[in-house]
């Protein structure tokens, strides 16, 4: 696996929070996206999807997991129906690794970073969680064709 220290620019994003269940997140997904589509502020074809990540669903207990969706944004969300509000994706440096096919094994591209290439590099976490950046999405690319980078916030 490669890895590559990037600077991420700050970024605004629309976000939805998922607490609870990890097996639910595609339902939170399904909101968001109806959000997407009804408001227009973050359009899919040309705004970036992502993840942020504040647990391992696998070290979490369902009912304190937290996920939130999000996409770029240009200008400030108004109230809506979805709860979808306002965030940021703060810049600075990160590893980022890319990962190719199923969202279901990103969890080993995480671990890889945290247990394996984070020991070694001499880098130290900033304090904001890992994020995903989604770069193709499920429901139009098939499931051995994604392409997904995971950034890991560095100081």
């Known amino acids: 696996m490669t890895v590559a220290i990037v600077d991420f620019p700050e970024t605004r994003v629309a976000l939805l929070e998922h607490r609870g269940d990890p097996s639910l997140v595609m339902k939170t997904a399904m909101t968001f996206i109806d959000w997407r589509k009804t408001s227009g502020l973050s359009p899919i074809n040309i705004s970036r999807t992502f993840g942020i990540a504040y647990e391992d669903p696998e070290q979490t207990p369902p009912d304190i997991f937290r996920f939130d969706i999000c996409g770029s944004v240009s200008e400030p969300i108004p109230e809506n129906p979805q709860g ?22 990103l969890g080993e591209s995480a671990r890889y970073l945290y247990r394996d290439w984070l020991p070694d590099s001499g880098e130290e976490l900033r304090d904001f969680p890992l994020f995903f950046d989604y770069l193709n999405l499920v429901y139009d690319t098939a499931e051995k064709d994604l392409v997904t980078d995971l950034y890991l916030p560095l100081r």
């Open 84 to 105: 979808v509000s306002n965030g940021a994706i703060p810049g600075g440096r990160c590893a980022v690794l890319r990962h190719y096919g199923s969202h279901d094994r």
